[in-house]
T-cell receptor, first 110, second 115 residues
């Protein structure tokens, strides 16, 4: 079945450093979504990418969808302590259930 | 506009007991999804329901687990004869769109602990 892999599993950065997490799917995706889960919290939708090669920005966050629609990345510029949490990518392949990666847990050291 | 409501927040059961987890979707949402999360893991899809119908239960174990979303009232995830391996966080999510197009709004989850 469809699998979504994320790397790295953990990332520790100094406040102000950049952070990137990568997502790869075993199948071509119809769209990809990103969610953030704070410690002890629930996943919160960040963004959805649909088009091949699409790039979207939200303030310090930049999201990319690969040309082959099988990979994606999330880049955070100049991390802040409020960025702490686990970032999940999740993808659809046709009309299948949304499949989540295992997430990247970000720690920010002040 | 209230978000997705789940209760209880924490549920403790002994092995062999039944667990009932409730989820009220956001107002206007007719699509409900249940996901399970183990520590350090992602969210694993269990079941997708619309009012009175199970649309996709491909992620739900065939035995002991069942789900419903009645015409009136919340969606219920029921686990019979719980075992220690059922301990996990169970998240419900709702969407106004059907599977394949949806953006999910998650509830706060139910943490199930089986003693």
């Amino acid at each position: 079945g469809q699998q979504v892999m994320q790397i790295p599993q953990y990332q520790h950065v100094q406040e102000g450093e950049d952070f990137t997490t990568y997502c790869n799917s075993s199948t071509t995706l119809s769209n990809i979504q990103w969610y953030k889960q704070r410690p002890g919290g629930h996943p919160v939708f960040l963004i959805q990418l649909v088009k091949s090669g699409e790039v979207k920005k939200q303030k310090r966050l930049t999201f990319q969808f690969g040309e082959a629609k099988k990979n994606s990345s999330l880049h955070i510029t100049a991390t802040q302590t409020t960025d702490v949490g686990t970032y999940f990518c999740a993808g659809h392949s046709g009309n299948t259930p949304l499949v989540f990666g295992k997430g990247t847990r970000l720690s920010v050291i002040a | 506009n209230a978000g997705v409501m789940q209760n209880p927040r924490h549920l403790v059961r002994r092995r062999g007991q039944e667990a009932r987890l409730r989820c009220s979707p956001m107002k206007g949402h007719s699509h409900v999804y249940w996901y399970r999360q183990l520590p350090e893991e992602g969210l694993k899809f269990m079941v997708y329901l619309q009012k009175e119908n199970i649309i996709d239960e491909s992620g739900m174990p065939k035995e002991r687990f069942s789900a419903e979303f009645p015409k009136e009232g919340p969606s219920i995830l029921r686990i019979q004869q719980v075992v220690r391996g059922d301990s996990a966080a169970y998240f419900c999510a709702s969407s106004p769109l059907r599977q394949g197009e949806e953006k999910l709004f998650f509830g706060s989850g139910t943490q199930l602990s089986v003693l």
